[in-house]
């Protein structure tokens, strides 16, 4: 009986534990400073794509565009769900277990004017300003000098959360109406656009915190707050995830396991990074560089998730992946990618850091 009551109160004791962990991980305070210096990086990134790329906006959005309207609500009609036919017959019509009607060909069912007979879905999963707002010249101005405007005061930290909120919403809008241009640095922006408008990123290095400082009463220094530590965890979190994905799905990869990845990469013609063309001369450099630099990118995002929660295995794990991310920029020419990143990797800078980075005060007591 005394070793049933024993192990009772151990499984107490322990599910207890778990749950206080849980509870201090999530919703303890956290220091704002790491989110400001996320927030400034990823404001100016995007800041700075939108700015190169607007003489080219309108080969996403307007009449001359890739895509089409039609083209684009063609692609929205279709759902992208599971068929019945992966279950019972491979090789017969595609049937949706939802979506727009079908003929029995498989095709959309259109009207006697040749349009697809369900409605343009409007869900937010394909949520975009450019389905709602007409694509003439003037609306498109006025909607990038909005985002910019936008991306702007999240930059400078004026009007902090809404600001982050409409240049997610002006990126978001693009992303899902151009379609091609998608990449995984889209996908890092949106999610870090969105993270820190949960927490207070406007009042550490923003004109929120100095317009607050100026109050009566006001010190002016941000304190620590459960809303900074979420939004540090949900990044934190996610980039776990995102980097441990990506080390798995490079496992399927056969130039990953027989080291020619990194050497492809360099050796590609789409990107413009520095120029490698000597090392195809030398067999020992691209063999060597190749073998270790895959090894090594492998082993940092299948790791990362696990040894950059250690304290003193943190800094170590921060440079690998700003080495990583620099080696990247400069083989792949994706500079603004590999920035993306390395302002992810930003919420893992302990506060009293970040503080001394942006040259603020850094108050640690605990409320």
């Keep these: 009986m005394s070793n049933t009551t024993n192990q009772a109160t151990s499984s107490r004791v322990w599910w207890?534990?778990?749950w206080h962990a849980w509870d201090a991980f999530w919703f303890s305070v956290a220091h704002p400073a790491p989110l400001a210096l996320?927030?400034?990086?990823?404001?100016?990134?995007?800041?700075?794509?939108?700015?190169?790329t607007w003489t080219q906006i309108s080969a996403v959005v307007g009449g001359t565009a890739w895509l089409d309207h039609q083209a684009v609500n063609e692609v929205r009609l279709l759902a992208e769900g599971t068929?019945?036919?992966d279950y019972r017959d491979p090789a017969g019509p595609l049937v949706p277990l939802s979506g727009p009607p079908l003929d029995d060909a498989g095709n959309l069912k259109r009207d006697a004017a040749g349009n697809p007979v369900a409605p343009v879905n409007r869900w937010w999963g394909?949520?975009?300003?450019?389905?709602?707002?007409?694509?003439?010249?003037?609306?498109?101005?006025?909607?990038?000098?909005?985002l910019m405007l936008a991306a702007t005061c999240a930059l400078l930290g004026f009007g902090t959360r809404w600001a982050l909120l409409l240049t997610w919403l002006g990126h978001v809008s693009y992303v899902q109406?151009?379609?091609?241009i998608y990449s995984g640095m889209?996908?890092?922006?949106?999610?870090?656009?969105?993270?820190?408008?949960?927490?207070?990123?406007?009042?550490?290095?923003?004109?929120?915190?100095?317009?607050?400082?100026?109050?009566?009463?006001?010190?002016?220094?941000?304190?620590?707050?459960?809303?900074?530590?979420?939004?540090?965890?949900?990044?934190?979190?996610h980039l776990c995830l995102i980097y441990?994905?990506?080390?798995?799905?490079k496992l399927q990869g056969p130039t990953w396991w027989n080291g020619t990845a990194v050497y492809l990469l360099m050796m590609s013609p789409e990107y413009g990074g520095v120029p490698v063309e000597w090392m195809a001369r030398h067999e020992t450099w691209w063999q060597f560089i190749s073998l270790t630099g895959g090894a090594f990118t492998v082993g940092f995002e299948l790791s990362f998730a696990f040894l950059v929660w250690h304290p003193r295995l943190r800094p170590v794990m921060l440079m690998a992946g700003l080495f990583l991310h620099a080696m990247l920029a400069a083989i792949s020419g994706l500079g603004a990618f590999q920035m993306t990143m390395a302002a992810a990797l930003m919420a893992f800078v302990p506060a009293e850091i970040a503080g001394r980075m942006l040259r603020q005060p850094v108050s640690v007591a605990r409320g």
């Design 16 to 18: 207890r534990d778990l």
């Design 38 to 52: 996320v927030r400034i990086l990823t404001a100016g990134v995007l800041l700075w794509i939108h700015a190169v």
């Design 83 to 85: 068929h019945m036919r």
């Design 126 to 146: 394909t949520f975009s300003l450019w389905h709602l707002l007409p694509e003439s010249s003037l609306t498109i101005t006025v909607v990038q000098v909005g």
């Design 177 to 180: 109406r151009g379609m091609v």
């Design 186 to 237: 889209d996908a890092i922006l949106l999610l870090l656009l969105l993270y820190l408008s949960v927490g207070s990123a406007g009042t550490v290095c923003s004109v929120d915190a100095w317009l607050q400082s100026r109050r009566k009463g006001s010190s002016g220094i941000a304190v620590p707050s459960v809303s900074a530590n979420i939004a540090l965890r949900l990044i934190q979190v």
């Design 244 to 249: 441990f994905c990506a080390g798995a799905a």
